[in-house]
Nanobody
Framework: QVQLVESGGGLVQAGESLTLSCVASRIFNGVPNWGWYRQGPGNERELVAT???????TYADSVKGRFTISRDNAKNVVYLLMASLKPEDTTVYYC?????????????WGKGTQVIVAS
């Protein structure tokens, strides 16, 4: 079992930046697809950004041009640079790692990190 641990959340003012990190407890067998999602109380979990095993990225329309996802395969970590933050970005952010090995598929989630953007 792999544990994903997010960090970097906190309280910032609108317009400021934060960088979230998510580190895996052990090395994956191959390069995973990584993703950042967010979910507020009573809301469905929504995709924020993903980066595939080959480096292709996707972003939610609401964060395009403001957020950047990146990874360090050697360190088994994925980042989410969040710039020009808005109050509506306030919620809990979750990290996901998924992929496939010869033993089957895997899909891991972190426990989340809270981001609060004050207006």
């Amino acid at each position: 079992q792999v544990q994903l641990v997010e960090s970097g959340g906190g309280l910032v003012q609108a317009g400021e930046s934060l960088t979230l990190s998510c580190v895996a407890s052990r090395i994956f067998n191959g390069v995973p697809n990584w993703g950042w999602y967010r979910q507020g109380p009573g809301n469905e979990r929504e995709l924020v950004a993903t980066i595939t095993s080959v480096g292709d990225t996707t972003y939610a329309d609401s964060v395009k041009g403001r957020f950047t996802i990146s990874r360090d395969n050697a360190k088994n970590v994925v980042y989410l640079l969040m710039a020009s933050l808005k109050p509506e970005d306030t919620t809990v952010y979750y990290c996901n790692a998924n992929g496939q090995t010869v033993w089957g598929e895997y899909d891991y989630w972190g426990k989340g990190t809270q981001v609060i953007v004050a207006s």
